[in-house]
């Protein structure tokens, strides 16, 4: 794990975090905040920007809509099926669509972006099949060099239990795989969790967004909590983590696994730093790993890590 202090830029996110007192709310505060949701909710579209800079089109897969984006010049060389993340419970924001607009132009590749339906409404038993299928299309389109997976937080989870899908179906898998601040088990039951100082996430409220999102299934059904079921057979995959994160601990049984199966993993862990940080374009670690990100998700012939 890297013990590089954190930026001053991270400290003031922090201190943010704090005033705001994100990381307090209940179980019944995020019942709340989903029933708001659904009286207000609209389809997300992408920014204005986006589709000034980007092709954008939409399709829908056994009815999931999909938005693709883009380059504006030249021929796309493959794809990256990117799931947002947000609790299960939160459609994409800005910072996804720019992330993903990013990896289209800059990266030359079709950025492929399920809007799966959120808990309630939606569960994993649903909608972690349907995510497999979207990927599985893209293998088939583009072979399967020429296509990576990326997911956040609960995308992050979504991401690895679709490939655990693929993977029972006895397909072929995306090449590679890059999961930032992955929440892999919705218990939250890793007793490191306890004793981590989350600025940002309430773990009460996590794990009644994980119970809205296992439906009818235990919560611990790898479906839902992607840490409980195989890693064999993933593709090679980068793991971005750090450790003032509720979540953290997902990141390091997933690193224990990975070494204990000699898988193909590669982590890169920081020492106080929050849940997402990498995506988190104004931080200077954020910037520090992005030309590997980019690289990681958009070039075939990228160093894959080698085994644990």
Same mark, same amino acid.
């Given at each position: 794990?890297?013990?590089?202090?954190?930026?001053?830029?991270?400290?003031?996110?922090?201190?943010?975090? *704090? &005033?705001?007192?994100?990381?307090?709310? %209940?179980?019944?505060?995020?019942?709340?905040?989903? *029933?708001?949701?659904?009286?207000?909710?609209?389809?997300?579209?992408?920014?204005?920007?986006?589709?000034?800079?980007?092709?954008?089109? *939409?399709?829908?897969?056994?009815?999931?809509?999909?938005?693709?984006?883009?380059?504006?010049?030249?021929?796309?060389?493959?794809?990256?099926?990117?799931?947002?993340?947000?609790?299960?419970?939160?459609?994409?924001?800005?910072?996804?669509?720019?992330?993903?607009?990013?990896?289209?132009?800059?990266?030359? %590749?079709?950025?492929?972006?399920?809007?799966?339906?959120?808990?309630?409404?939606?569960?994993?038993?649903?909608?972690?099949? %349907?995510?497999?299928?979207?990927?599985? +299309?893209?293998?088939? *389109?583009? +072979?399967?060099?020429?296509?990576?997976?990326?997911?956040?937080?609960?995308?992050?989870?979504?991401?690895?239990?679709?490939?655990?899908?693929?993977?029972?179906?006895?397909?072929?898998?995306?090449?590679?795989?890059? &999961?930032?601040?992955?929440?892999?088990?919705?218990?939250?039951?890793?007793?490191?969790?306890?004793?981590?100082?989350?600025?940002?996430?309430?773990?009460?409220?996590?794990? +009644?967004?994980?119970?809205?999102?296992?439906?009818? &299934?235990?919560?611990?059904?790898?479906?839902?909590?992607?840490?409980?079921?195989?890693?064999?057979?993933?593709?090679? %995959?980068?793991?971005?983590?750090?450790?003032?994160?509720?979540?953290?601990?997902?990141?390091?049984?997933?690193?224990?696994?990975?070494?204990?199966?000699? +898988?193909?993993?590669?982590?890169?862990?920081?020492?106080?730093?929050?849940?997402?940080?990498?995506?988190?374009?104004?931080?200077?670690?954020?910037?520090?790993?992005?030309?590997?990100?980019?690289?990681?998700?958009?070039?075939?012939?990228?160093?894959?890590?080698?085994?644990?």
């Amino acid at each position: 794990m890297s013990h590089k202090k954190p930026s001053w830029q991270h400290k003031a996110l922090v201190a943010v975090f *704090r &005033l705001m007192r994100i990381n307090k709310g %209940t179980a019944a505060d995020k019942r709340e905040s989903v *029933r708001r949701r659904d009286k207000k909710w609209t389809f997300p579209h992408p920014p204005k920007k986006v589709v000034e800079t980007c092709q954008v089109n *939409r399709t829908s897969v056994e009815g999931v809509p999909v938005w693709t984006l883009s380059p504006l010049s030249g021929e796309p060389h493959g794809a990256v099926v990117a799931v947002h993340g947000g609790g299960y419970t939160t459609e994409l924001l800005a910072p996804h669509w720019s992330f993903y607009a990013s990896l289209a132009r800059e990266g030359g %590749t079709e950025v492929v972006i399920p809007i799966y339906p959120l808990a309630p409404g939606g569960t994993a038993e649903a909608v972690v099949p %349907t995510v497999a299928d979207i990927i599985t +299309e893209q293998v088939d *389109r583009w +072979e399967q060099p020429n296509v990576a997976l990326v997911g956040d937080s609960a995308g992050a989870g979504l991401a690895m239990a679709a490939v655990q899908e693929i993977v029972r179906r006895d397909a072929t898998v995306p090449s590679r795989m890059v &999961l930032i601040s992955p929440w892999l088990d919705v218990t939250i039951s890793d007793p490191r969790s306890a004793s981590i100082v989350d600025p940002f996430g309430s773990a009460e409220g996590l794990r +009644e967004s994980g119970r809205m999102w296992s439906g009818d &299934l235990d919560p611990n059904d790898s479906r839902v909590s992607p840490i409980n079921g195989p890693i064999r057979g993933l593709p090679p %995959t980068w793991v971005y983590a750090g450790s003032a994160d509720v979540l953290f601990p997902d990141s390091l049984r997933l690193r224990e696994r990975a070494a204990a199966e000699h +898988e193909r993993f590669s982590f890169d862990l920081r020492e106080g730093l929050v849940h997402g940080w990498a995506g988190f374009t104004f931080l200077p670690e954020a910037r520090e790993v992005a030309p590997a990100i980019m690289d990681q998700l958009t070039d075939p012939d990228v160093e894959l890590p080698s085994a644990l």
